[in-house]
């Protein structure tokens, strides 16, 4: 550690010094001359400018961000010496100044750095002696309201030396800005002793304090910015291998060592060679990103948003290749270099820390005591290293015997065993791969590891996991350039590991009960982690993922001479990991056929209990708030219904089993309903009522709330009734709705909903025997995608929804004259699809349509659909982000199927027009509703 630091002064490298250090010299000499009466913004703002768009125009013709950040740096500069060389001239002139008198500018943080992106702040510290004089005071307000005037955002604090040095060691952050300073304009020796007292009274023996407050709000920086440098929207400076993380790299090089450069790192063994050359590799990448944003923007954008990737991609040259768009290329380049600064960024803090907490020489742990061994290998304060720095040099398949032995121990590796690690990458060939001892080492990590997801992360972290499987390491960084997946899928892949590891260890009990009880059910526990590992590793190829996905898992477990009853159940996992999802959200339940089909694909109760649970961490691996209890429930009950109809082997004996006890149910909770229950004859009657899709369709708790609402209507002598309950475990509200059935029912109420903010997820339509529509819709706020629970606007949706079915609203004209908001959506574009399905089910044609999502898509759609006179049964409405996924069960006016040619192909054109994405709110056919 050092007592005194060596601080960077402003660069004078060539490379950088192009056109703007002319522009900046002209700026300084301009504003210098200026006579006691002028007026320095009309100077500056012009000269200024040029210079700043001279910059920019450099950049953008084949320029590089670190020539933008120095240049702008070094008109700064020029404006400020310029400014205060006026002013002290001839503004507020003194002929002998005293030491009181002295002042020094000093840049701090980026800009003492001499790194100062096109819209970031100036930081700015006016140091001076014991007390500011007046004059000192003046001229730090000339300064300030001149850059103020000039539209800069300045930082700024006027302290003394003495005061400056105890802010600094009173707050991490001013000591932080501290470390990284140069002397503008004024007073040297005023600057000089605080740079000379900040090493000794600022800096030695707070060292280790400094890097754990430094790692705390690094940590907490992550979580504001997104918590994951594989998020697809990062945020370059803040986020998790972002810029900041490079500069942490450094204000612990200059902390404990006083590194002036990075290149100075080497001599204290923090940084080797390879990683000096990632951290440059890195440092001009995301300052080229930086730039780009800022320019593209016009502000300090750090985000970059889906709108802003295409744009940047082509910018900094990156093209279509191998299946991937350039933006796609370009993310996926952004996240290889964040996961490498993550990496060194863990090296050197863990280095020093190490380091750092090392005891007094001669303690027990001198003499051996507190230490294990393992063949090599030596494990001591929860940390692992090999005992040989160059091991994986010789021996690169040690490197997985290294986490085998961390993971059965609960240990991390070391700050040197990552280093050596990154090192020996390389040496990971085709033979090192084959080695059947390696082989046997990666197999046991991912199907036997204690914490298997935990390993396999801290693996692909360093680079290992793409090394050793390189089928892997082609998704690392692949993004998906769509609004549903908001990680990487490698940081997919392995958050779905992670998922399963906690549902084994009971950490979900209460919140997933089923697949907690099943996960201690399946025999075949190697085959789902191999599954998970494998499911979403065709993704960037041509060609169905799961299809191709599926070769590439028998590719790799062929390979590893797994045993072939293991590789077809993982091979069937991989390419039907989508089929539980897509059978629950997307098809009917209580049609027979549903179940039949998917029961005919899985065939066996231990396949579904295996994609049962691939099924659920796939779900909530995929980001926040896409799990919800609606999901849950809509497996629960695909996963009994399938049980069932294998264990009985007749699926429509076990669907008529379910509707006669469902029926049971209902009549046991209406004898004793309050406040008198009711009578057998009635209770015949109400059930005679409803067909056998009702009975499957509904929870027992929603046959009793419809048997209510129908009864209260009737006993009322009103026409409809409308019920809405808020259902927060399933993150959606209940709109059950009793009416008159009448051709547009559908329509209506989608229109209603439209026009106050919710959002469809789905829709049972069910019609009595005496002609009444007993409708149930699971609905959303449009915006956040979560249940509608304000009383005010569940007062706002009845009234709105009662007003569409008596026709007192003209649907089509009302929403038409409503303009859609700006959404993040409209970046994308998504192709309309119809496909028309005769065979999913027994009775009813089945049409999937996919689109881009917008509100009052369903309206449109539906309003199609009534103008061809079809009745719509069922809906099922799943949103990925900006695609909608509508499925709907529909029959003609006769109660058939849709199989006329003509018929068909007219209900295809019109879908297809209702999904246009240019199509307005409202342009549905149709005049008034009802």
Same mark, same amino acid.
């Given at each position: 550690?050092?007592?005194?630091?060596?601080?960077?002064?402003?660069?004078?490298?060539?490379?950088?010094?192009?056109?703007?250090?002319?522009?900046?010299?002209?700026?300084?000499?301009?504003?210098?001359?200026?006579?006691? *009466?002028?007026?320095?913004?009309?100077?500056?703002?012009?000269?200024? =400018?040029?210079?700043?768009?001279?910059? !920019?125009?450099?950049?953008?013709?084949?320029?590089?961000?670190?020539?933008?950040?120095?240049?702008?740096?070094?008109?700064?500069?020029?404006?400020?010496?310029?400014?205060?060389?006026?002013?002290?001239?001839?503004?507020?002139?003194?002929?002998?100044?005293?030491?009181?008198?002295?002042?020094?500018?000093?840049?701090?943080?980026?800009?003492?750095?001499?790194?100062?992106?096109?819209?970031?702040?100036?930081?700015?510290?006016?140091?001076?002696?014991?007390?500011?004089?007046?004059?000192?005071?003046?001229?730090?307000?000339?300064?300030?309201?001149?850059?103020?005037?000039?539209?800069?955002?300045?930082?700024?604090?006027?302290?003394?030396?003495?005061?400056?040095?105890?802010?600094?060691?009173?707050?991490?952050?001013?000591?932080?800005?501290?470390?990284?300073?140069?002397?503008?304009?004024?007073?040297?020796?005023?600057?000089?002793?605080?740079?000379?007292?900040?090493?000794?009274?600022?800096?030695?023996?707070?060292?280790?304090?400094?890097?754990?407050?430094?790692?705390?709000?690094?940590?907490?920086?992550?979580?504001?910015?997104?918590?994951?440098?594989?998020?697809?929207?990062?945020?370059?400076?803040?986020?998790?291998?972002?810029?900041?993380?490079?500069?942490?790299?450094?204000?612990?090089?200059?902390?404990?060592?006083? +590194?002036?450069?990075?290149?100075?790192?080497?001599?204290?063994?923090?940084?080797?060679?390879?990683?000096?050359?990632?951290?440059?590799?890195?440092?001009?990448?995301?300052?080229?990103?930086?730039?780009?944003?800022?320019?593209?923007?016009?502000?300090?954008?750090?985000?970059?948003?889906?709108?802003?990737?295409?744009?940047?991609?082509?910018?900094?040259?990156?093209?279509?290749?191998?299946?991937?768009?350039?933006?796609?290329?370009?993310?996926?380049?952004?996240?290889?270099?964040?996961?490498?600064?993550?990496?060194?960024?863990?090296?050197?803090?863990?280095?020093?820390?190490?380091?750092?907490?090392?005891?007094?020489?001669?303690?027990?742990?001198?003499?051996?005591?507190?230490?294990?061994?393992?063949?090599?290998?030596?494990?001591?304060?929860?940390?692992?290293?090999?005992?040989?720095?160059?091991?994986?040099?010789?021996?690169? +398949?040690?490197?997985?015997?290294?986490?085998?032995?961390?993971?059965?121990?609960?240990?991390?590796?070391?700050?040197?065993?990552?280093?050596?690690?990154?090192?020996?990458?390389?040496?990971?060939?085709?033979?090192? =791969?084959?080695?059947?001892?390696?082989?046997?080492?990666?197999?046991?990590?991912?199907?036997?590891?204690?914490?298997?997801?935990?390993?396999?992360? +801290?693996?692909?972290?360093?680079?290992?996991?793409?090394?050793?499987?390189?089928?892997?390491?082609?998704?690392?960084?692949?993004?998906?350039?769509?609004?549903?997946?908001?990680?990487?899928?490698?940081?997919?892949?392995?958050?779905?590991?992670?998922?399963?590891? /906690?549902?084994?260890?009971? !950490?979900?009990?209460?919140?997933?009960?089923?697949?907690?009880?099943?996960?201690?059910?399946?025999?075949?526990?190697?085959?789902?982690?191999? /599954?998970?590992?494998?499911?979403?590793?065709?993704?960037?190829?041509?060609?169905?993922?799961?299809?191709?996905?599926?070769?590439?898992?028998?590719?790799?477990?062929?390979?590893?001479?797994?045993?072939?009853?293991?590789?077809?159940?993982?091979?069937?996992?991989?390419?039907?990991?989508?089929?539980?999802?897509?059978?629950?959200?997307?098809?009917?339940?209580?049609?027979?056929?549903?179940?039949?089909?998917?029961?005919?694909?899985? !065939?066996?109760?231990?396949?579904?209990?295996?994609?049962?649970?691939?099924?659920?961490?796939?779900?909530?691996?995929?980001?926040?708030?896409?799990?919800?209890?609606?999901?849950?429930?809509?497996?629960?009950?695909?996963?009994?219904?399938?049980?069932?109809?294998?264990?009985?082997?007749?699926?429509?004996?076990?669907?008529?089993?379910?509707?006669?006890?469902?029926?049971?149910?209902?009549?046991? /909770?209406?004898?004793?309903?309050? %406040?008198?229950?009711?009578?057998?004859?009635?209770?015949? /009657?109400?059930?005679?009522?409803?067909?056998?899709?009702?009975?499957?369709?509904?929870?027992?708790?929603?046959?009793?709330?419809?048997?209510?609402?129908? +009864?209260?209507?009737?006993?009322?002598?009103?026409?409809?009734?409308?019920?809405?309950?808020?259902?927060?475990?399933?993150?959606?509200?209940?709109?059950?709705?009793?009416?008159? *059935?009448?051709?547009?029912?559908?329509?209506?109420?989608?229109?209603?909903?439209?026009?106050?903010?919710?959002?469809?997820?789905?829709?049972?339509?069910?019609?009595?025997?005496?002609?009444?529509?007993?409708?149930?819709?699971?609905?959303?706020?449009?915006?956040?995608?979560?249940?509608?629970?304000?009383?005010?606007?569940?007062?706002?949706?009845?009234?709105?929804?009662?007003?569409?079915?008596?026709?007192?609203?003209?649907?089509?004209?009302?929403?038409?004259?409503?303009?859609?908001?700006?959404?993040?959506?409209?970046?994308?574009?998504?192709?309309?699809?119809?496909?028309?399905?005769?065979?999913?089910?027994?009775?009813?044609?089945?049409?999937?349509?996919?689109?881009?999502?917008?509100?009052?898509?369903?309206?449109?759609?539906?309003?199609?659909?009534?103008?061809?006179?079809?009745?719509?049964?069922?809906?099922?409405?799943?949103?990925?982000?900006?695609?909608?996924?509508?499925?709907?069960?529909?029959?003609?006016?006769?109660?058939?199927?849709?199989?006329?040619?003509?018929?068909?192909?007219?209900?295809?054109?019109?879908?297809?027009?209702?999904?246009? %994405?240019?199509?307005?709110?409202?342009?549905?056919?149709?005049?008034?509703?009802?």
């Amino acid at each position: 550690m050092s007592s005194s630091l060596s601080l960077p002064h402003l660069p004078t490298s060539p490379a950088v010094a192009g056109a703007s250090e002319h522009d900046a010299l002209g700026l300084r000499e301009a504003l210098s001359a200026l006579a006691f *009466d002028a007026r320095p913004l009309e100077v500056a703002r012009p000269r200024l =400018r040029a210079a700043e768009a001279g910059i !920019q125009r450099v950049f953008e013709s084949d320029g590089t961000a670190t020539e933008v950040v120095f240049n702008r740096a070094r008109t700064i500069d020029a404006l400020l010496g310029g400014l205060l060389d006026w002013a002290d001239r001839t503004r507020y002139p003194l002929p002998n100044p005293t030491q009181a008198e002295g002042l020094a500018v000093v840049a701090v943080g980026g800009y003492g750095r001499a790194e100062l992106a096109p819209h970031s702040d100036v930081d700015l510290l006016f140091l001076h002696g014991y007390k500011p004089s007046a004059r000192i005071e003046q001229l730090v307000e000339t300064v300030l309201y001149t850059l103020w005037d000039l539209g800069l955002k300045v930082g700024h604090a006027v302290r003394s030396v003495d005061d400056a040095l105890r802010a600094a060691r009173n707050d991490t952050t001013i000591m932080t800005a501290a470390l990284e300073t140069r002397l503008i304009w004024g007073n040297a020796p005023i600057y000089d002793g605080f740079v000379r007292r900040l090493g000794p009274e600022v800096v030695q023996g707070r060292e280790l304090a400094f890097l754990d407050e430094k790692l705390a709000e690094r940590g907490q920086r992550h979580s504001k910015a997104g918590d994951s440098r594989h998020l697809l929207e990062p945020n370059v400076k803040e986020g998790e291998g972002g810029l900041r993380d490079l500069q942490l790299i450094m204000w612990l090089g200059r902390c404990f060592h006083g +590194a002036a450069t990075v290149e100075e790192l080497l001599t204290h063994d923090l940084l080797d060679r390879s990683g000096l050359r990632s951290y440059r590799i890195a440092e001009r990448f995301l300052w080229a990103v930086r730039c780009h944003l800022h320019y593209l923007t016009g502000r300090d954008e750090e985000r970059l948003a889906f709108d802003l990737q295409t744009e940047v991609a082509q910018r900094m040259g990156f093209k279509a290749r191998h299946r991937l768009e350039s933006v796609e290329r370009f993310m996926k380049r952004f996240h290889i270099v964040a996961k490498d600064v993550g990496i060194l960024t863990s090296i050197v803090a863990g280095t020093l820390d190490e380091r750092s907490r090392k005891r007094a020489r001669f303690n027990l742990k001198s003499f051996g005591f507190g230490r294990q061994r393992f063949a090599g290998f030596t494990v001591e304060d929860g940390k692992i290293a090999p005992d040989e720095p160059e091991r994986f040099q010789r021996r690169p +398949a040690d490197m997985l015997e290294l986490f085998v032995i961390a993971d059965r121990n609960g240990v991390k590796p070391r700050a040197s065993a990552l280093a050596a690690i990154r090192r020996s990458l390389k040496r990971v060939t085709p033979e090192v =791969r084959d080695d059947a001892t390696a082989i046997a080492h990666l197999v046991h990590l991912i199907t036997a590891a204690q914490r298997p997801g935990q390993t396999l992360a +801290a693996m692909n972290d360093v680079g290992a996991l793409g090394r050793f499987v390189p089928e892997f390491g082609r998704i690392v960084g692949q993004m998906q350039h769509n609004l549903y997946h908001i990680y990487t899928v490698d940081e997919h892949t392995l958050r779905v590991v992670g998922q399963l590891d /906690a549902i084994a260890d009971g !950490q979900y009990a209460e919140e997933l009960p089923l697949a907690t009880e099943v996960m201690q059910q399946i025999v075949s526990k190697p085959d789902l982690y191999l /599954a998970a590992l494998f499911h979403d590793i065709g993704k960037g190829r041509r060609g169905n993922h799961a299809t191709v996905g599926e070769q590439i898992a028998y590719k790799v477990m062929t390979r590893w001479k797994l045993p072939a009853p293991q590789i077809e159940t993982v091979m069937w996992l991989v390419r039907h990991h989508l089929l539980m999802s897509q059978t629950a959200f997307s098809r009917d339940l209580e049609d027979a056929k549903t179940i039949q089909d998917f029961v005919q694909l899985v !065939q066996s109760p231990e396949r579904l209990r295996l994609l049962l649970l691939l099924t659920v961490a796939d779900i909530r691996g995929v980001g926040p708030h896409v799990w919800n209890g609606w999901k849950a429930q809509l497996l629960r009950s695909l996963f009994r219904a399938a049980e069932s109809a294998m264990l009985a082997g007749d699926v429509d004996a076990a669907r008529r089993a379910a509707a006669e006890d469902a029926k049971g149910r209902l009549a046991t /909770a209406l004898r004793t309903a309050p %406040p008198m229950g009711w009578a057998q004859t009635e209770i015949d /009657a109400y059930l005679a009522r409803h067909d056998a899709r009702y009975w499957l369709g509904f929870e027992p708790s929603q046959h009793v709330a419809h048997a209510k609402l129908i +009864a209260e209507v009737e006993a009322a002598g009103d026409v409809s009734g409308l019920n809405l309950t808020v259902d927060l475990f399933r993150d959606r509200t209940e709109l059950t709705l009793y009416a008159p *059935d009448h051709p547009g029912l559908f329509m209506e109420v989608a229109g209603a909903l439209a026009l106050a903010g919710a959002s469809i997820v789905d829709a049972h339509i069910f019609t009595t025997q005496d002609s009444m529509a007993l409708d149930s819709f699971g609905i959303q706020d449009a915006d956040r995608q979560g249940a509608v629970d304000d009383p005010r606007r569940l007062a706002k949706i009845k009234e709105t929804v009662a007003d569409a079915i008596a026709g007192r609203i003209h649907l089509a004209k009302v929403l038409a004259g409503r303009r859609p908001k700006p959404s993040r959506k409209d970046v994308f574009q998504v192709t309309p699809r119809v496909l028309i399905d005769n065979g999913a089910s027994r009775t009813h044609t089945v049409v999937e349509l996919n689109g881009r999502d917008r509100p009052g898509l369903l309206f449109d759609v539906t309003s199609a659909l009534k103008d061809l006179g079809l009745v719509v049964s069922s809906a099922h409405i799943t949103t990925f982000g900006e695609r909608a996924v509508d499925v709907i069960y529909l029959k003609d006016v006769f109660g058939m199927k849709v199989t006329s040619p003509g018929k068909l192909q007219k209900l295809r054109a019109a879908l297809l027009q209702a999904l246009e %994405p240019e199509a307005r709110i409202g342009h549905g056919p149709g005049t008034k509703a009802g």
